[in-house]
């Protein structure tokens, strides 16, 4: 079997690695097959399309989008897409325009709660200043003394409520299935049990995304207990969906599982990558 990693961020979106320095993790580590799924860019394909090739690992391109849907933020992903195609790029393009307002709401709470600096602080850890998120801000009140770990401050800081959470909307589910199948990918639900739905609404939801074109949802990932997993291998089945794996790592430090190194899927469900020739199973 394949070690395969199909959920991974490096620098250039909130990621602490360059997007060559995790393709070489990987290859250190043993994954033979990686995408590179970065939030709401695609800049670190290239890079790490080209250091894949020089360590001899099956390069998947990937994004990770930020939608809204009933009023939550939900992630989709895209694999095997065009990074190039224009209606993908125009997209993302104006969602990063939103990240920008957002990351000065967060910074104008935060400041209202007492603390300073914190826009300024979040830049210093963002490799790419077009993407400034919740992590970069978290790593800021680790590294200014707010809090002792990134759980903490997510705890904290940034869950509803509390000071660095400021509500916004994202793209249409709708849009950003529609970019990804554009640009020739595949479009998956990530970390479906990170998001706070009833029963009914988690059936709503993959049912929706099914029609719109979605193909795929996370089964085994880096934000599921192992008990999760049979419940969203069931739903996959249910829904018809395919089955994906990913660690959603960020970095050494960051993450529950390494690179490439989570349990297989539950048998049963339809891999997302069954038809993909460079995966030899």
Excluded at 31 to 58: F, M, P, Q, R, Y
Excluded at 104 to 133: C, M, T, V, W, Y
Excluded at 177 to 192: D, K, M, T
Aim: hydrophobic fraction near 40%; proline fraction near 5%; aromatic fraction near 6%.
């Amino acid at each position: 079997m394949n070690l395969i990693d199909l959920h991974s961020h490096s620098t250039a979106s909130d990621g602490l690695l360059s997007p060559s320095a995790l393709v070489e993790l990987a290859a250190s580590s043993g994954v033979e097959i990686l995408a590179l799924t970065d939030h709401d860019d695609v800049s670190g394909l290239e890079e790490a399309c080209i250091a894949a090739d020089k360590c001899n690992i099956h390069f998947i391109r990937g994004v990770e989008i930020s939608v809204s849907w009933r009023g939550h933020t939900l992630h989709i992903i895209g694999l095997q897409i065009d990074s190039d195609h224009p209606v993908l790029i125009s997209g993302l393009a104006e969602l990063r325009a939103g990240r920008k307002i957002r990351a000065e709401r967060i910074a104008d709470s935060l400041a209202k709660a007492g603390i300073n600096g914190a826009l300024e602080g979040a830049q210093r850890h963002a490799g790419n200043p077009e993407i400034l998120n919740r992590t970069h801000f978290a790593r800021y009140l680790v590294e200014a003394g707010y809090a002792s770990s990134m759980r903490t401050v997510f705890n904290r800081f940034m869950s509803g409520g509390k000071p660095g959470h400021v509500k916004h909307e994202w793209v249409q589910m709708g849009d950003a299935i529609s970019w990804i199948c554009a640009s020739g990918g595949q479009a998956v639900l990530a970390h479906p049990g990170r998001y706070v739905l009833s029963d009914v609404e988690m059936c709503e939801l993959l049912g929706e995304f099914r029609s719109l074109g979605g193909r795929g949802i996370e089964v085994v990932t880096g934000s599921h207990r192992p008990d999760q997993y049979p419940v969203f291998a069931k739903l996959a089945i249910q829904f018809d969906l395919l089955a994906s794996i990913g660690s959603d790592y960020h970095g050494p430090g960051e993450n529950r599982f390494p690179l490439g190194r989570l349990p297989e899927l539950p048998s049963g469900v339809t891999p997302i990558w069954r038809d993909w020739p460079e995966v030899v199973v």
